[in-house]
């Protein structure tokens, strides 16, 4: 997530059959939704303003959340937008010196 904005309002609702996540500053955003013909419209006021991943967070705890496709949806959503863990780059293995040809000891004082 890319955005710092912070939202009072969250919850989830159902749209053309689908169910996502929604953030939103006022509690009147239920209105503009139902407007676009969203259903099972859930939204809940947050105690304060936060980012999006914990509001996600404080709502999957509340009761009116707690049934099996609120809790789906949420967890959906906290899994693709959950910060991803930096994977550490592999380390190369060791550069080994290359083999050099062994030097014959009678050579090695001779003249060139």
Do not use: C, W
């Amino acid at each position: 997530m890319a955005t710092d904005k912070l939202f009072k309002v969250a919850g989830i609702s159902k749209l053309n059959g689908s169910y996502k996540v929604r953030f939103a500053n006022d509690i009147m955003r239920i209105k503009v939704l139902a407007k676009s013909g969203h259903e099972d419209i859930r939204l809940a006021e947050l105690d304060k303003a936060v980012s999006k991943l914990e509001a996600a967070r404080l709502v999957q705890a509340m009761d009116e959340f707690q049934d099996t496709i609120a809790q789906a949806t949420i967890a959906e959503y906290l899994e693709d937008n959950a910060p991803k863990a930096k994977v550490a780059p592999k380390a190369k293995a060791p550069v080994k010196a290359k083999a050099t040809k062994k030097v014959d000891a009678d050579l090695e004082d001779a003249p060139f």
